[in-house]
């Protein structure tokens, strides 16, 4: 009888401290293991969110770069541009914050070879991050380009506006207030249609500077003059108005005969615009000639090369760092 409860007293000694060392290692690190799995799966999860979206920004980019430089292609291509950036903006939020899961999951009791597959997935994520940095340079570069077209394009417009509505103005007379309105209103148009355009050539240039955009801004300078003029005018204008109204035959005179000055300049400042213009670089359609596109490729070619070289550098990058993690977590 005694024999059996030594026997049984050492059986259940052995089977306590089996018990224990099983709740004091293997069961832990078998609960953290889970938990570790839970965090990469979130964290590969943010990856394939993140790769189809820099994959997505990268292919656009390269259909802005190759598409014809027109209004409409461009104008299309800025709202795809916006849309796409909007959305790398998101998921790069998303791929910052992996940083910090994978952190916690590396504080947890893990086996070496664990820890080095979360280590690959940390490392896969830093060159996710630099593929999703030079992708949103070639959508930087992109919506310069669009907007540069789309600018052009909308100058030019108000350009031949301000140009019909100075074909409108009436000739003022006394007796006739309505035609000082009129001409008062138009002129109005004017200044504010000169003052858009020179701010769109600008904004051009500045998006993409190539010669044909620089020489516009350059040229566009003369319309800035051309405002001032017309903002005067409409002074002037303004006190012809109240005179006819009033019956104020010398109040009109007096006004009138300060128009002359400004009129002037406004003319003035307009040919000289004119005189300036690249011709050789718009032509009648007020289309891009094949000189100011080259000029644009060769933009295209210096500032798009890098952050095209870089993108491709890290999905390379991207590619093995992921084999390495894959090859940890056979």
């Known amino acids: 009888m005694k024999t059996k409860k030594r026997f049984l007293g050492a059986t259940l000694a052995l089977l306590l401290v089996g018990v224990m060392a099983f709740s004091g290692c293997e069961i832990p690190i078998f609960h953290q293991t889970v938990e570790a ?7 590969k999860a943010v990856f394939a969110e993140v790769d189809t979206a820099t994959k997505g920004a990268f292919t656009l980019s390269q259909e802005v770069k190759d598409d014809a430089l027109t209004n409409s292609v461009m104008k299309n291509n800025l709202d795809e541009v916006e849309k796409k950036t909007e959305e790398l903006d998101e998921v790069k939020v ?14 947890l009791r ?27 340079d070639l959508l930087f570069e992109s919506e310069n380009l669009s907007s ?28 006739n207030p309505d035609t000082i309105k009129q001409a008062k209103t138009i002129l109005g148009e004017v200044s504010v249609g000169t003052k858009e355009t020179q701010t769109e050539f600008n904004e051009a240039a500045t998006a993409v500077n190539a010669e ?20 005067k005018l409409v002074t002037i204008y303004e006190s012809l108005l ?15 005969n300060q128009l002359p000055v400004q009129l002037e300049i406004l003319v003035a400042s307009l040919e000289k615009f004119g005189n300036s213009f690249p011709y050789d670089l718009i032509d009648n359609n007020n289309d891009l000639t094949t000189k100011a596109q080259n000029q644009i490729e060769t933009w295209k070619d210096e500032n798009f090369k890098d952050p095209t070289s870089q993108y491709q550098e890290s999905e390379t990058g991207v590619t093995e760092a992921d084999k390495k993690a894959a090859d940890i977590k056979k």
């Open 94 to 107: 998303k791929l910052e914050k992996t940083s910090a899961t994978l952190n916690s999951a590396k504080s």
């Open 148 to 175: 540069a077209i789309v600018k052009y394009y909308s100058a030019i417009n108000r350009l031949e506006q301000v140009a019909t509505k100075m074909g409108e103005m009436p000739e003022v007379t006394f007796d």
């Open 212 to 231: 044909v955009f620089t020489k516009l801004r350059d040229t566009a300078a003369d319309l800035g003059n051309m405002a001032d003029a017309a903002d």
């Open 110 to 136: 893990l086996s070496a070879k664990y820890q080095n597959y979360i280590k690959a997935l940390d490392e896969a994520r830093a060159k996710r991050l630099e593929a999703l940095n030079a992708a949103q």
């Open 242 to 256: 109240t005179a006819a109204i009033n019956g104020d035959e010398q109040g009109f005179v007096n006004a009138y």
């Open 37 to 43: 799995n839970k965090k990469a799966d979130e964290v």
